[in-house]
Structure formats: structure tokens, C-alpha cells
């Protein structure tokens, strides 16, 4: 068992932590909003840090699950950033959807202060990480890689090394391109059903036993049918993640029209006050352009 820190107790972090507790790991968590910390140690019985670098002190694993490019560089970089604490052979394992760019630039740095680095996002959603489920995309250094991999695999159902750093990032990228297109193509699906006056649950029971099928169809469809979308993955967080997505199409030449177009929907979804909504919520936008409700 491992000495194991985890910075960023979000709703992927504050689970993926408490695997890492039941898998018989000594953690030690660090969060912007000390409160979340508190009641994480309440639940899970570990201990909470002060900085990033404190909770960093003394661990061989380092895992983080924070917002975005920036918030990863401000809770590894400074006087109280993670690499700060970290002890030379120690292994900094990034679970945030974040640019390749920033994997990169973090490898070599850590590799410069004789640390790991590996770029590990996830996919599963809040369920997946609350179940213990996630799939993991990793880029670094195989020697890294096979440190870090079982004490992922606490809450992995899925997890490989796809190559140099940068690699598990652009993995993601292509998750997310699928899912995007997956969503909206579901949602057009349901709202020509119900036009065309089809009982559209039974429609999607059939169609989902064909090559119709998808996690998203199967996951989503009842709820985006019922119109309940405060839940899961936001809108916010997607815009995100397709943002980073065009930008690397952008550096490598790459057409992704399909992917294009619903970012500028999820734009949509987020003018009608739909910013945490669950990316599902495409078919709340079909739903307002049918009634001109914006």
C-alpha cells in the first residue's frame, strides 16, 4: 500500500480520493474549498492538508483532479505547489481534462526536478467515479506508468498507456469529440420520434438492441425525454473540453465540423441559463427552437 495525496475534491476527485481509502491507501487530500476537505476527512477518515505541497510531503503518488490548464499549474508550480513537497522518484498522476501542451510542459519539469509525470484523464462521469468505474487514458513514461497503475486502479475499470506525454490528453479529446456528436444525434432521434407521434421510450427500447446502441442512449435517453437534465457532466465543463479539442484540430489540420457545430449549441444551451446542466441538455435546446422559447 501506498503513501497517496489527492488535490481537488470535485465530483470526480472527492470519490476517486475515497477509492483510493477502501483500497487500503494511506491519502491525504488538499482542496481550494476547505470545507469539502473537512467533510471528505469526516467520511473517509483520512487526513487533510494545509497546500498542495504539504499534502504532497512524503507521498509516492500525487493524483489531481482540478479544473482546467491553470488550475493545474497553480496547484503544482510555487512555493506551496505540489512539486514543491514531492520527494525525488515520486509520481504526479493528472486526472484533469487539460491540453496536451500542459502535459507536456509539466512532464519535463517534473523530469527536471527528478519526478514522474503522467496525464492520466478519465471518462465515466460522476457515476463512474462514485462506482469505482472509470475508464483512464495515460501518456508518460511506461516505467511510470507501471507504478502508478495499480494504485489506479482503485477506481479504473479500464486503463492503458497510449503513449509519450501528452497521449492519455489527446485520448480525451477524441472521447469528447464522440460524445458531442453522440448526444445531439440522440437528441435529434428523440425530438423527430415524439414529433412524428411515436411512443419514443419504446422506440429507443427497439433501437437500442441495434447499432443504434450507445452508452449515452442507453444513459440518457429517459431523462432527456423526461426533460431533467440537473445532473452529470455540465455544460460548462464540455465547452470546455471542446474548446481544447478545436484548438489542437487547429495545430494538427484536422476537420471537425460535426464537433464545431455543437460547441456553438452548447453556447446556446449556456445563454438559456443551462451552464450546469448536464450536457445532455441538447435536447432542451431542440425543445426551445421548436417553441421559439429564445
Known amino acids: 500500500m501506498a503513501n ?3 488535490i481537488g475534491l470535485g465530483v ?36 487533510k492538508a494545509a497546500t498542495p505541497k504539504e499534502a504532497a510531503t512524503g507521498a509516492e503518488f500525487v493524483m489531481a483532479c482540478v479544473g482546467n490548464d491553470d488550475d493545474l499549474r497553480s496547484v503544482v508550480y510555487g512555493e ?7 520527494a525525488k522518484g515520486a509520481i ?6 487539460a491540453s496536451a501542451d500542459v502535459a507536456r510542459e509539466l512532464h519535463a519539469r517534473a523530469k527536471e526536478a527528478g519526478l514522474g509525470f503522467v496525464d492520466a484523464p478519465v471518462s465515466g462521469g460522476q457515476a463512474g467515479a462514485e462506482n469505482g468505474q472509470l475508464t483512464i487514458m495515460c501518456g508518460g513514461d511506461a516505467a511510470d506508468y507501471e507504478k502508478v497503475k495499480p494504485v489506479i486502479q482503485a477506481y479504473a475499470k479500464m486503463q492503458n498507456l497510449m503513449g509519450p ?33 411515436l411512443d419514443v421510450m419504446k422506440a429507443v427500447e427497439v433501437i437500442s438492441k441495434g447499432a443504434a446502441q450507445s452508452w449515452q442512449m442507453d444513459n440518457r435517453a429517459k431523462t432527456m425525454v423526461e426533460g431533467r437534465f440537473d445532473f452529470g457532466f455540465a455544460v460548462d465543463w464540455m465547452r470546455k473540453d471542446l474548446g481544447i479539442c478545436l484548438a489542437e484540430a487547429r495545430r494538427n489540420g484536422t476537420s471537425l465540423p460535426v464537433t464545431s457545430l455543437v460547441d456553438q449549441f452548447y453556447g446556446e444551451v449556456q ?6 446542466w448536464d450536457t445532455s441538455s441538447l435536447m432542451a435546446r431542440l425543445e426551445a427552437k421548436k417553441t421559439k422559447a429564445y
Open 92 to 97: 504526479f498522476v493528472d486526472h484533469t481534462t
Open 12 to 47: 470526480m476527485g472527492f470519490p476517486m480520493a475515497g477509492h483510493l481509502v477502501k483500497a487500503g491507501h494511506t491519502v491525504t487530500v488538499w482542496n481550494r474549498t476547505p470545507a469539502k476537505a473537512d467533510r471528505w476527512v469526516e467520511q473517509h477518515k483520512g487526513r
Open 4 to 6: 497517496v495525496a489527492f
Open 80 to 86: 506551496t505547489g505540489a512539486f514543491a513537497g514531492m
Open 271 to 276: 445563454q438559456m441559463g443551462g451552464n450546469r
Open 165 to 197: 506525454p501528452g497521449s492519455g490528453q489527446l485520448t480525451k479529446m477524441m472521447n469528447q469529440i464522440c460524445i458531442a456528436g453522440l448526444v445531439q444525434a440522440l437528441a435529434e432521434a428523440l425530438a423527430f420520434g415524439r414529433a412524428a407521434g
